[in-house]
């Protein structure tokens, strides 16, 4: 039996799935990782990705904070691919209870996704220092420099920056996702970024997939390993018969 045929089988069988992605899921969508190496380092910014994205950075330099951020980070006219429609697929046949991500790109939810956990954050709400009025991605993208409120306070997006912590609310659902899933899938990061990483370790249903290019840490775990592009299997499994 190949991967797919393999994938396929268990998906078919599976009453609670859960799905864990980070930065790979998204570069089929035309959304580079910022972390990958042929990136940032090599361009017009001065500091690293993980400075220029860290909250003390954002208070200190905030044009700069958000002329990279815009740049690098925002992808506007990014569409969902075939992982984001299986995952809305298997939601929608019940099968799917929770994606959880660390993507702030909010393309599970165009993709039709409705319980989405951002690990991270979304760029797609923004809000008020001062007031927490809150502002769409389209207020961001179109300020010549720094987004300011009505009220004159500064817009910060809400995403997670370097230095801050995870919201532990979400972080709690996404423990209880994973401590509750019958599968696991886990696709598209090294699961190198701590603490994100550390929640599949509350997974114990024995059915673990990880779907990744290249090596991670877990792979010796996986009960099902599968060293492909994760549009094209979660594709050929789920949305192709
Ligand atoms: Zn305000």
Redesign the pocket.
């Known amino acids: 039996m190949t991967n797919i045929q393999q994938l396929k089988t268990i998906l078919q069988n599976a009453g609670s799935i859960v799905f864990f992605g980070g930065a790979g899921v998204s570069t089929e969508s035309g959304i580079p990782d910022y972390r990958s190496a042929d990136g940032l380092y090599n361009t017009k910014y001065a500091h690293p990705p993980e400075t220029m994205l860290s909250y003390s950075f954002f208070l200190r330099h905030t044009s700069e904070f958000y002329r990279f951020y815009r740049d690098k980070m925002l992808y506007p006219n990014a569409q969902p691919n075939k992982a984001h429609l299986a995952l809305a697929e298997l939601e929608k046949r019940g099968k799917l209870k929770a994606v959880v991500t660390q993507n702030i790109d909010g393309l599970h939810q165009q993709a039709g996704s409705v319980n989405v956990l951002e690990l991270h954050g979304s760029a797609h709400r923004n809000y ?1 220092m ?4 809150q502002y769409p991605l389209e207020t961001i993208i179109r300020a010549e420099d720094v987004p300011r ?5 500064l817009i910060r997006p809400d995403v997670v920056l370097y230095e801050e912590g995870l919201d532990g609310r979400v972080m709690e659902k996404a423990a209880r996702a994973m401590r509750d899933a019958e599968v696991l899938i886990v696709g598209g990061t090294s699961l190198n970024v701590y603490p994100a990483s550390g929640l599949i370790r509350y997974y114990g249903g024995g059915k673990l997939i990880l779907i990744n290019k290249s090596e991670t840490p877990y792979d010796a775990y996986a009960d099902l390993l599968i060293r492909e592009n994760i549009g094209e299997t979660l594709g050929a499994c789920v949305l192709e018969g």
């Open positions: 008020c001062d007031c927490k009025k409120c009505s009220c004159g306070g």
